[in-house]
C-alpha cells in the first residue's frame, strides 16, 4: 500500500472505542469512512468529524452489519466515496448484560451472536473478497474478554463470540497467507466506555465496588489506547498479528505498582446507549 493518503473503514465508528479509531486515523491524514445504526449519532459525529477534520475526506454510513447484502453495499458506498479501502476495521460489535447465561432472553443473546460473530464474518469476508480483487489491503477484527480463553462468570456469551474472533481471523488469515491481503487482529484490554458501564450499573453497589477496583488498575480511557492502537496497524505488516494493548508484563505491572498509582476512571463517564 503505497498510496500517500490511505483510505480507512472503522465499522460501530460513531462512539466508544470506534469513534477514537477514526479520530486517530484522521489525525495520521487517513481519509476515513465509518458506520452505524444510530443515524442520529452518526449524523452529530460526522458533523463534529467534518469540522475538525476539514482537509480530509470523511463519510459515515447507516448499516446494518449483520446482512452481508448490507455490508457489500456499505463497502460499495464506502469506496464510492473515498476510493479503494487500504485498511477495513471490524470495530462493531455488542456486549453483554452482566448475567448468568440461563437468564439471558434469547434475543438479546441471538443478537450478540448475530453482531459479534455472524456479522464480523460477513465483514471480514466481504473485504477479503474486494481487496483480493484490487490486490492490497488490510483487515482486522476487535477481540474481547474471551479471546485468550479466559472465563468470567455472566459474560459466557459475549466471551464466546470473542473467542470466535480470534479462531476465525487466524484462520483466514492462514487462508489469506498467498495474497497480498493481511488479516489481523486488535485487543484494546480493558477501555472505559458505556459498553462497560452500563452493564456495571445494574449490579450490586457490592459488586460495582469490586468491578471498579479492578478496571481502575487495569482498565484506561479510549484516548490512550486508540492511538496506539493506530500506530500499530498502520505500520504493521505482518500477517495474522495481534496488537495487543494490555499485554501481560503490563497487567503484572500495574498490580504491582497499583498502590502507588491510584485511578478513577469512573469519575466522568458519559453512557450512552445504542
Known sequence: MDKEILHVMVTGGSRGIGLGLV????????????????????????????KEYPDRKISGFISDITKRKDVEQLYSDAVNANGNIDIWVNNAGRGQEMEY?????????????????????????TAITNMIKQGYGKIYSMEG???????????SIYGTTKRAVRYFMRSLARE?????????????????????????????????????????????????????????????????????????????????????????????IETDNV
Not at 497487567?251 to 469519575?267: H, V
Open 145 to 155: 474478554f474471551g479471546s485468550n480463553g479466559m472465563i468470567q462468570p455472566k459474560i
Open 176 to 268: 489469506a497467507k498467498e495474497t497480498n491481503i493481511i488479516v489481523g487482529t486488535i485487543s484494546p484490554g480493558m477501555v472505559i466506555t458505556d459498553f462497560i458501564t452500563g452493564p456495571l450499573e445494574k449490579q450490586s453497589k457490592e459488586e460495582q465496588e469490586k468491578t471498579k477496583k479492578i478496571f481502575n488498575i487495569l482498565a484506561d480511557r479510549v484516548e490512550t489506547v486508540t492511538p496506539f492502537l493506530v500506530d500499530r496497524m498502520l505500520k504493521n505488516n505482518k500477517n495474522s498479528a495481534c496488537i495487543e494493548w494490555l499485554t501481560k508484563p503490563k497487567i503484572m505491572w500495574r498490580f504491582l505498582t497499583a498502590a502507588f498509582n491510584k485511578k478513577d476512571l469512573f469519575s466522568s
Open 23 to 50: 479520530n486517530n486515523f484522521l489525525k495520521q491524514n487517513c481519509n476515513v469512512s465509518f458506520s452505524g445504526l444510530n443515524e442520529r449519532r452518526l449524523k452529530e459525529t460526522l458533523n463534529i468529524l467534518k
Open 101 to 125: 447465561a440461563w437468564d439471558l432472553d434469547p434475543e438479546k443473546y441471538s443478537n450478540i451472536i448475530s453482531t459479534n460473530i455472524t456479522g464480523m464474518i460477513h465483514r471480514a469476508l
